[in-house]
């Protein structure tokens, strides 16, 4: 089974080395992720992140003097009708410290995975093999499709 088909019908919370996969075209992921995106643009599947994403995403653009490869993150991460960028709120701070506490998440996993428990993902996508089993959230490793 294919990604695409484990993650309908959605909504899935999505890590942000997946959007730093699919906007910088990483050749080994590309034919996975573009299947999903594609699915997301069409309004098919809704993917969730918090605005971690964004702040991680624009960093090495940033960096780099690359506005063009920071707008074009922006532009996936605020401007898609199928990406729901959930915002830092006192509520999702306090999810996330609880996360933390108990699972011994770092500070930006434990804010991604209370933003996609909080928007009622069932699903997390993402290439980070040091997470743990989470409560209510079944977490699919990117590599794992590789093969498929």
């Excluded at 959605?10 to 699915?39: N, R, V």
């Excluded at 993150?73 to 960028?85: I, K, N, Q």
Aim: aromatic share 6%; with cysteine.
């Amino acid at each position: 089974m294919g990604v695409i088909e484990e993650v309908l019908p959605g909504p899935i919370g999505l890590d942000t080395a997946i959007f730093i996969y699919f906007i910088e075209e990483h050749p080994d992921y590309l034919g996975i992720l573009d299947p999903l995106f594609q699915a997301v643009d069409r309004g098919v599947l809704q993917c969730v992140t918090s605005a971690i994403t964004l702040l991680e995403t624009l960093v090495v653009p940033y960096r780099a003097g690359d506005t063009a490869l920071a707008e074009r993150y922006e532009e996936l991460l605020t401007r898609s009708a199928g990406v729901r960028l959930v915002e830092l709120d006192r509520g999702l701070l306090k999810a996330a410290a609880h996360l933390r506490g108990r699972l011994c998440l770092r500070t930006p996993d434990a804010l991604q995975i209370a933003a996609a428990l909080a928007a009622g993902c069932t699903k997390y996508l993402t290439n980070d093999r040091r997470l743990p089993a989470i409560p209510r959230l079944s977490v699919l490793q990117l590599d794992d499709y590789r093969s498929v």
